[in-house]
């Protein structure tokens, strides 16, 4: 199957979706450090991203039309600073949202499927009516707005069009949903909130993947059975006291079925500390200490035994309380880069482009790619079922 992945950045989700097997026609974005890191990458020979056939380009500057042959699926996360909580909150009069660019994918390549993804501020109360904008427009991609036809008014006429129930041309069944990226095996507290449409002469039937894992059942493993400490080895004088979780243990009745949320210490204890180990360090690709981390009310970094907090980007850079570790005796260091990239679940071959804080810009803006992968299976299960057709008009 066939995909275009929009706005790559570092390929957090470019990633997931090739893991889940599609090939892709086209990757884009126009970013250089992060069209650098993924062409570093390939001169590496480095799986999955060795073959993809990349464009370093404004996406307004495209031409889909230059893309021959059936597409299956159009993926991206279009920028994000418009709806995130460390953005400056102008949505639809941001020049930096590119929806109406992955719209104009949708309509101009007619994929069976895509899925868009972008931070959780979108489902905000302050941008629902632009939230429901985007998914009517997902819905009806060629009933495009007028030229100087302002956003509400082109609103009203879809809201019109979607009401009467009779459509001509292209039309996709949508669904969106905020996703907690822990939910789903990823060793951070990641929430993104994913829109996945199918077209409707596709008939499919599907919803978003079940949870695999669980906050309970890792509070069970902690506070319940001890399978936890014992497992990573921590003796129990070395264990932190949380009383509120272990409050919340003593009420489960049972462990439940899913696996247990995954850990920072689970997904970096094989790495020698840099701040406490350098020359160990120095051996480990983008496994460098980065000095000056600091706490402060609100930002006290992320607990070893918790899946991490949402790694930031930062608007000038990473911010001074954010994208750290918080060691059980209190103190803290910022995560390394490839620290980092576990906790997004890049792979450990993967390098990254750029000054310490350009690459971390990079992965504060990545999908997890597990959970990219994860989206990208149960979409790829439902079409690999239904036998390819053109749609409408093409």
Known sequence: MRSVELFVGAGGLGLGVSQAGFQPAAVMDWDKWACDTIRENQKLGIDLVSEWPLHEVDVREFNFEDITGDVDLVTGGPPCQPFSLGGRHKAHLDSRDMFPQAIRAVRNLKPRAFVFENVKGLTRTTFANYLEYIRLQLRHPEMVEKKDEPWLDHLARLEDYETRGRYRGLEYRVALRVLNSANYGVPQKRERVFIVGFRS????????????????ALLWDKWRSGEYWDVQRVRKKDRPVDEKQMQRASRLEARPSQAAWQTVREAISDLPDPEKEPRKSAGIRDHKFQAGARTYPGHTGSPLDEPAKTLKAGVHGVPGGENMLRRPDGSVRYFTVRESARLQTFPDDMIFHGSWSET????????????????????????????PRRAKGT
């Open 201 to 216: 002469d596709t008939a499919i039937e599907w919803h978003f993947p079940e949870a695999s894992h669980s906050q309970e």
């Open 360 to 387: 971390m810009r990079q992965l504060g803006n990545a999908v997890p790619v597990k959970l990219g992968r994860v989206v990208a299976e149960s979409v790829r299960d439902k079409l690999a079922v239904i036998k």
